[in-house]
């Protein structure tokens, strides 16, 4: 069956700090994958996502992702991470063909000023 | 355009009632999907619907319940509500046409608390 882990539940860091979030997902498919932020009191809201092309994806705020195929990875990086950062991120991947979206547990993440 | 609208955004039900929860598209959206969310436990997929038809559904049990307008708007419906039942439920929308670029989009949520 189709599965996303994020090892990472719970990540505290201080300003300036890099970040670094786990994802893995378990199906060999063809996936698309999607990195969502919730910030406190707000909706999800899309990060980035990768379809094919480029395995380096930038999207918005600095965050990017890196699509490894041979590890079933899509971690997400930010170089210098901010307070206003703080928010719970959900990886998520789509099977292609089957509309059904699959997330992960989700990381909290806590940027301390 | 307007966003994913969920309306009610706050509900209070009492074991055994039902509760119906509305999701209204972005405007040429075709595919809603439902979610709960809960501490721990991320998004859970409920159903997806596209143009009326259910095309997906998760691991729910039967008391969950959905279904799809032709103006795509959908309603979730929950029976014989338990405790557990208390969550976050999110509507996201995509256009669903199959592409293979299909992203999704979320609604605010209606968070309902059953006691």
């Known amino acids: 069956a189709q599965s996303v882990s994020q090892h990472n539940h719970h990540v505290i860091l201080s300003e300036a700090a890099s970040l670094e979030l786990g994802c893995n997902y378990s199906y060999g498919g063809t996936v698309n994958l999607f990195w969502y932020v919730q910030y406190p009191g707000q909706h999800l809201q899309l990060l980035l996502k990768y379809f094919s092309g480029d395995p380096l994806v930038k999207g918005i705020k600095g965050f990017e992702a890196e699509f490894i195929k041979s590890k079933f990875s899509f971690n997400l990086r930010k170089p210098s991470v901010q307070w206003s950062d703080t928010a719970e991120y959900f990886c998520?991947?789509?099977?292609?063909?089957?509309?059904?979206?699959?997330f992960g547990t989700g990381t909290r993440l806590k940027v301390l000023a | 355009k307007a966003g994913v609208t969920q309306t009610p955004r706050y509900l209070i039900k009492t074991r055994g009632q039902q509760v119906t929860l509305s999701c209204s598209p972005i405007?040429?959206?075709?595919?809603v999907s439902w979610y709960q969310q809960t501490p721990g436990q991320g998004l859970q997929f409920l159903f997806e619907?596209?143009?009326?038809?259910?095309?997906n559904k998760g691991n729910f049990p039967g008391r969950f319940s959905g279904r799809q307008f032709s103006n795509s708007r959908s309603e979730m419906n929950v029976s014989t509500l338990e405790l557990g039942d208390s969550a976050l439920y999110l509507c996201?929308?995509?256009?669903?046409?199959?592409?293979?670029?299909?992203?999704?989009?979320f609604g605010p949520g209606t968070r309902l608390l059953v006691l």
């Open positions: 405007s040429g959206h075709r595919s």
């Open positions: 619907y596209f143009s009326e038809t259910q095309r």
């Open positions: 998520a991947s789509l099977l292609r063909g089957t509309y059904k979206y699959i």
């Open positions: 996201a929308s995509s256009p669903g046409g199959g592409m293979t670029q299909e992203t999704q989009y």
